[in-house]
C-alpha cells in the first residue's frame, strides 16, 4: 500500500470522525481501504456496488471538502468496487468532485447563494431588485409523496399541503411544527417547500435552521450591517425556520426574528417554524415573540404506530429499490420505536452488513444488527404483569384466566399470555404452567405453538398479539 495515501486518508478520517455520528463512521468509513495517490487523486477500495452508491448519496460533500483540504482544490476521488469470487476489481469508478454535481460549500459571507445579473458589493442590500434567485436550501428527497401519513402527524400534514397551495393566503401562518427528536418535522417542513416552488417556481422559497440564522445574525453584528440582514430575510416569500426553540440563548437574534416576523406576515408571507415543543412550553423565547407564533396553527407529531413504521420502511425500500423479507420488516418496525431518524438507521445498518459481509438479510441477521438499536430492559417483566395485561386488553377477570374453563375467550386469552411470558421472561416453561392453575409444560408448549399457528392464518388475532407485544415491551423500558 502507498504510504502516502494511507496518511491522506488517516488525515481525512480523523477530520470525518469529529463530524458524523460514531455508528456510521464505523459502518461506512472504516471499511474503506486507501489503495493509492497519484499526483491529486486518491484511489480508494469500497466492499460493493451498494457501499460505493451510498457513499456518493450521502457522503460525497463530506468527502469532498475533506480531500480538498488535504490534497488542494485540484483533489479527485477515484473508487475500486470489490467483486463477488476472486481478488479481481471491476473498472474503477471515478468521481471527478472538482465538477461533481454536490451541494456548494457555502462559506462566503452570505451563506446562501445569490445569483444576481450585476455584481453587487453587499447580497444582502439590492437597490431597486424585486426579485432575485436564492438556493431555497432544500433536500428535493422531501416531500409529500416520502411522507408516510399516520395518525401521528394526520393534522400537520394536512396542514402542510395547504400551506403549500396558499402560502401566506390561509389561516396557518405562521405554521408551528413541533415533536420529539427525529420524528419528521423537518422532512415535512421542507416537502412544504419543495412543493411551493413546484406549484409556483417564482416564489422566493428559504430554509434555514436556527442555528444557521444565529450565526449568520453575529456575523453581520460584528460587521454592523444588522439592519442589511433583516432586509434581505424580509425579501422571502416563505421562510421555513428549523429548531426555533435553540433561539432561547439568543436574545439579540430574537429582536431580528421579532423583525422579520412582522415584515412578513403583514406583507401576506408564509411562515414556517419547527420546534420540539409546542410554544407555551418554549423557554427563555420573548413573549412578543411566542404570541406570535400562537397565531397560527401549532400541530403536533409524535412517534408513529406499528402499522405507520411498517409503511415508513416500505416506502423507503421501493424508494431505494431494496427487497428484504416481510418478517424482518415486522422486527425492525416492531422493536425500534423511538423515533424516524433510528428507524431508517436500523435499516440502513442491516443493509451495510450484508453488503460487507455478502449475507442475505434475514431475522438472524436482522437481531444482531439491531442488538446496536435496542434498549436493554432496564426491569424484569413478571409473568403476573403479563397476566393482567392480557386480562385488561380482553377484558378478561383475572381469576378466569387461572381456571379450567374451556370457553373460546379465556382459552384464546390464556395461551397468548403463555406465549409473551415464554417471550419475555426467563422462566421455565413448567414454572409458567404452574402460574396457570398448575398446567404443565406441555400445555405451555402447545398454547405457544397454537398461538404461532393463528398468527400465520388470521390478520386481526396477529395484529392485536403485537399489540400487546408493544405494550409488554414498553412496560420493560
Known amino acids: 500500500m502507498d504510504k502516502s495515501a494511507e496518511q491522506v486518508w488517516t488525515r481525512c478520517l480523523s477530520i470525518i470522525k469529529d463530524i458524523v455520528e460514531w455508528q456510521h463512521f464505523k459502518t ?189 445574525f453575529v456575523d453581520h453584528s460584528r460587521n454592523n450591517a444588522i439592519n442589511d440582514f433583516i432586509h434581505f430575510y424580509q425579501l422571502i416569500d416563505v421562510l421555513i425556520i428549523d429548531d426555533v426553540q435553540f433561539f432561547n440563548r439568543a436574545e439579540k437574534s430574537q429582536d431580528a426574528l421579532f423583525a422579520i416576523f412582522n415584515h412578513l406576515h403583514q406583507s401576506g408571507k408564509q411562515l414556517i417554524l419547527t420546534s420540539d415543543k409546542p410554544p407555551k412550553d418554549l423557554e427563555g423565547v420573548q413573549e412578543r415573540l411566542l ?52 428507524l431508517e438507521g436500523a435499516l440502513i445498518s442491516l443493509l451495510a452488513q450484508s453488503s460487507l459481509n455478502r449475507k442475505e438479510i434475514d431475522l438472524d441477521l436482522a437481531k444482531k444488527v439491531l442488538r446496536n438499536f435496542v434498549k436493554t430492559a432496564s426491569k424484569e417483566i413478571t409473568i403476573e404483569t403479563i397476566q393482567k395485561m392480557v386480562c385488561e386488553y380482553y377484558e378478561v377477570p383475572y381469576d378466569k384466566l387461572l381456571q379450567k374453563t374451556r370457553k373460546r375467550e379465556i382459552v384464546q386469552a390464556r395461551q397468548i399470555t403463555m406465549y409473551l411470558a415464554k417471550a419475555f421472561t426467563k422462566n421455565s416453561l413448567k414454572t409458567i404452567g404452574e402460574h396457570f392453575g398448575g398446567r404443565d409444560h406441555t400445555t405451555v408448549i402447545h398454547s405457544c405453538q397454537t398461538v404461532k399457528d393463528l398468527m400465520d392464518t388470521d ?14 415491551q414498553l412496560a420493560a423500558m
Not at 406570535?292 to 396553527?297: A, D, I
Request: glycine share 6%; proline share 6%.
Open 28 to 216: 461506512w468509513f472504516e471499511p474503506i481501504q486507501p489503495i493509492a495517490l497519484k499526483e491529486s487523486i486518491l484511489i480508494i477500495q469500497v466492499p460493493s456496488q451498494f457501499f460505493y452508491e451510498y457513499l456518493e448519496e450521502h457522503y460525497v460533500n463530506l468527502l469532498a471538502k475533506t480531500l480538498k483540504r488535504e490534497l488542494g482544490k485540484e483533489a479527485r476521488l477515484e473508487y475500486r468496487i470489490m467483486v463477488d469470487g476472486g481478488n479481481n476489481y471491476n473498472k474503477p469508478v471515478t468521481v471527478d468532485m472538482a465538477g461533481h454535481s454536490y451541494k456548494t460549500f457555502v462559506n462566503n459571507e452570505m451563506d446562501f447563494p445569490l445569483v444576481i445579473n450585476t455584481p453587487v458589493k453587499n447580497p444582502f442590500v439590492i437597490p431597486g431588485l424585486k426579485k432575485m434567485h436564492i438556493d431555497p436550501q432544500l433536500n428535493p428527497n422531501y416531500t409529500f409523496e416520502s411522507y408516510i401519513e399516520g395518525d401521528c402527524n394526520r393534522v400537520a400534514r394536512r396542514a402542510g399541503k395547504t400551506v403549500a397551495e396558499k402560502p401566506g393566503a390561509n389561516s396557518f401562518n405562521p405554521l408551528v411544527v413541533y415533536g420529539g427528536v427525529g420524528l419528521g418535522k423537518t422532512h415535512l417542513a421542507q416537502a412544504i417547500g419543495n412543493e411551493v416552488k413546484r406549484l409556483s417556481p417564482n416564489r422566493v422559497v428559504l430554509y434555514v435552521s436556527s442555528e444557521k440564522f444565529i450565526n449568520q
Open 291 to 342: 404570541s406570535r407564533f400562537r397565531w397560527g396553527l401549532s400541530a403536533d407529531i409524535s412517534m408513529p404506530d406499528y402499522e405507520t413504521r411498517i409503511e415508513i420502511l416500505e416506502q423507503k425500500m421501493k424508494n431505494d429499490g431494496l427487497e428484504m423479507p416481510k418478517e424482518v420488516v415486522k422486527y425492525i418496525a416492531y422493536n425500534i420505536n423511538n423515533n424516524i431518524r433510528e
Open 459 to 472: 390478520t386481526s388475532f396477529r395484529d392485536s398479539v403485537m399489540e400487546l407485544q408493544q405494550k409488554v
